[in-house]
């Protein structure tokens, strides 16, 4: 049995959470709550970056999505989430960066608005990581023919996109900006995996 520490509304913790589920892996994992905010937080025993996702294993520790995704990818063996041949792999990598660079971005927006004392909020900051969000947007909607499988690009693009539901309702409307990625999420976020996974529930 594998542990993650996890918090349900971080959207790097969903895609591992969906991913494991894409490859029959959810009911592997034990499930660990853990707040990195607070001041008893003991993530550093799992991971001295304090952030979530870690996962444990018998093989070690394997902090940040990407590795986690990518050990279950090998520990399962099939399907191929994240493919070896070449091309393939590439066009995944390329979707897959330009969806984590996104909530990352809008990660740090958050980060930045809700947990700094406002007096010491700085909006340069906030319209630069909204500017990364914006460009990520519109890269996708011109991939939107990389998106027509489930690997990790697509599920991370999809939970890039949950977490702007979930956070930026009343700041982007993303859905104006990228009809076509709307519509491609209004699908894909019919998944299982997406459904278990909502933040909000």
Request: proline letters at 5%; aromatic letters at 10%; glycine letters at 8%.
């Amino acid at each position: 049995m594998m542990k993650l520490r996890y918090a349900k509304t971080s959207p790097f913790v969903r895609k591992v959470l969906v991913f494991a589920d894409e490859v029959g892996m959810a009911d592997r994992i034990e499930l660990a709550p853990t707040d990195v905010w607070t001041a008893d937080t003991d993530i550093a025993r799992d991971n001295p970056l304090g952030k979530v996702p870690a996962l444990v294993t018998r093989e070690g520790t394997f902090v940040g999505s990407f590795a986690c995704c990518d050990y279950l990818e090998r520990r399962n063996g099939a399907p191929k989430l994240i493919p070896d041949d070449l091309k393939a792999r590439w066009r995944v990598m390329q979707v897959h960066g330009l969806a984590d660079g996104m909530m990352e971005a809008a990660v740090d927006y958050i980060i930045e608005s809700l947990r700094r004392p406002q007096e010491y909020v700085y909006p340069g900051y906030l319209d630069r990581q909204m500017a990364k969000i914006v460009g990520a947007l519109d890269a996708l909607e011109a991939r939107l023919g990389d998106l027509a499988g489930v690997d990790l690009g697509s599920i991370t693009t999809g939970c890039a996109l949950g977490y702007l539901d979930f956070r930026f309702g009343d700041k982007l409307d993303w859905r104006a900006r990228a009809p076509g990625l709307a519509a491609w999420y209004a699908d894909f976020a019919k998944r299982p995996s997406m459904q278990k996974t909502r933040p909000d529930v």
